[in-house]
């Protein structure tokens, strides 16, 4: 099935939600993949794992809170969007990330061989993140 015929459906359900269905709406992980135009204020903040592992997503939305881990390991994601908060984990392992955004906050961010972690130690790392507003209990270069 193509995506126009899901995004078609996805519509369809949004539109005809019954009480019991109420609150139904297209799930994130699908237009971040398929429809980025798409994603708006109310799906900012995303409850549960949000994983992307091995997906042809290639960014992500500013403003993202993810109430759980965010895994964008194996994708073509190549910067991190600013004000990006997971209360998990954060795994950006082997990707041509070569920056760090504004306001950064993670309970744990796994940056093992990222395009950072080849230019800089831990200590520069850390220094960034903070230095732009960002925050983080344990990291992994």
């Given at each position: 099935?193509?995506?126009?015929?899901?995004?078609?459906?996805?519509?369809?359900?949004?539109k005809?939600?019954?009480?019991?269905?109420?609150?139904?709406?297209?799930?994130?992980?699908?237009?971040?993949?398929?429809?980025?135009?798409?994603?708006?204020?109310?799906?900012?903040?995303?409850?549960?794992?949000?994983?992307?592992?091995?997906?042809?997503?290639?960014?992500?939305?500013?403003?993202?809170?993810?109430?759980?881990?965010?895994?964008?390991?194996?994708?073509?994601?190549?910067?991190?969007?600013?004000?990006?908060?997971v209360?998990?984990?954060?795994?950006?392992?082997?990707?041509?990330?070569?920056?760090?955004?504004?306001?950064?906050?993670?309970?744990?961010?796994?940056?093992?061989?990222t395009?950072?972690?080849?230019?800089?130690?831990?200590?520069?790392?850390?220094?960034?993140?903070?230095?732009?507003?960002?925050?983080?209990?344990?990291?992994?270069?």
């Amino acid at each position: 099935m193509d995506n126009t015929k899901l995004k078609k459906i996805f519509e369809f359900l949004e539109k005809t939600a019954g009480e019991k269905t109420a609150g139904e709406k297209t799930p994130l992980k699908w237009k971040i993949i398929n429809d980025f135009d798409s994603i708006n204020e109310d799906d900012l903040v995303f409850e549960g794992n949000l994983d992307l592992f091995q997906s042809s997503a290639v960014k992500l939305p500013n403003n993202l809170t993810v109430i759980g881990y965010l895994d964008i390991r194996v994708t073509d994601i190549k910067e991190l969007p600013d004000n990006l908060t997971v209360h998990g984990g954060l795994f950006i392992t082997d990707l041509e990330i070569d920056s760090i955004p504004n306001n950064l906050k993670a309970y744990s961010i796994n940056a093992k061989g990222t395009s950072l972690s080849k230019k800089y130690s831990y200590k520069e790392i850390a220094n960034m993140i903070k230095e732009k507003g960002g925050k983080f209990k344990l990291l992994s270069i």
